[in-house]
């Protein structure tokens, strides 16, 4: 076995190479955009075809959703065309591709969680290019998985965890939205459960998709963070979706739902995925933190 991890300088690329080197040790190559550039065809042909890997994990994506609806080219280029590049010079080599896609392919009108099955509407410039990134992987590679995520964070890069940390430190007062519903998932669990499957007896192809387990809104969230870092001075205040758009413009459209259901992933590789709190301890630890 021999892996290639691209956008391994993210926050769930960084998790990935910390379980992969204690686990794996010495078995994968970590690429990011300073050492190739993914929407180079012959770029990457060459690299995967000179490194005769088995498998690649792409965590790459353009991830910035409000940026998106400015610059399309940019976010389509990095979710669509990078994906080409790496599907077609997958199924030249025969390496097997695990690609992380987003919640962001559907609506948010559900009421229920997201089956791999159901219908996507992606309704942001974002949610569109990852969807077109899945499409033209699985036209191109069908022996590929693709892995839907919500609301990842981690100890590194920027995420929701970080951001909130730093307001909480701030302000007195704090206005989060109350009216989104999903699942905080640890990049740590999800980089565990990609190694599950890279170590597993069996590939299985198609869609999966991974949270951590249970549900919250973006204020349970922060009052989560609040409580478990003991930042509690800052008043955290609900509000609704329009609300918070009055006073904070953004850009593009966000699920109002966006649940997903892990009964697939959970039965196909026998994982265990803990409640997203229990891991959010795990994580603000981690970096020092506690009540």
């Not at 959703?65 to 065309?81: G, S």
């Not at 992606?122 to 033209?136: A, F, L, W």
């Not at 920027?158 to 302000?171: A, D, G, H, I, Q």
């Not at 966000?254 to 229990?278: G, M």
């Amino acid at each position: 076995m021999k892996i290639l991890v691209t956008g391994a300088n993210g926050q769930l690329g960084t998790e990935l190479r910390a379980i992969l080197e204690s686990t794996m040790p010495g078995l994968t190559d970590y690429t990011d955009v300073d050492t190739l550039d993914l929407t180079d065809a012959a770029a990457v042909s060459r690299y995967i075809t000179n490194g005769e890997y088995t498998h690649i994990v792409n965590c790459a994506a353009y991830t910035a959703v409000d940026r998106a609806e400015m610059e399309p080219a940019k976010c389509l280029a990095v979710n669509f065309d990078a994906v080409r590049n790496i599907a077609a010079a997958a199924y030249e080599s025969g390496a097997k591709v695990l690609h992380i896609s987003t919640d962001y392919v559907f609506d948010g009108t559900a009421h229920k969680p997201y089956g791999e099955a159901d219908k996507v509407n992606p309704t942001s410039t974002y949610g569109t290019s990852k969807r077109k990134g899945e499409m033209v992987l699985m036209s191109l590679c069908p022996s590929a998985i693709v892995i839907r995520t919500a609301w990842l964070y981690s100890p590194h890069g920027n995420n929701f965890v970080k951001t909130m940390l730093r307001l909480l430190n701030e302000r007195a007062r704090l206005s989060v939205i109350c009216d989104q519903i999903g699942t905080p998932t640890s990049a740590t669990d999800l980089a565990g459960a990609i190694v599950s499957i890279l170590k597993a007896v069996q590939w299985v192809p198609g869609f999966y998709h991974y949270t951590d387990e249970g549900v919250a809104s973006w204020y349970d969230f922060a009052k989560a963070i609040a409580r478990n870092s003991g930042l509690t001075q800052c008043e955290i205040v609900p509000v609704s979706t329009n609300d918070y758009n009055i006073e904070n413009i953004t850009a593009a459209t966000r699920p109002h739902y966006s649940v997903l259901d892990k009964q697939r992933i959970k039965r196909t590789y026998s994982l265990s995925i803990p409640h997203w709190e229990e891991s959010l301890i795990k994580c603000l630890e981690r970096m020092n933190i506690k009540a």
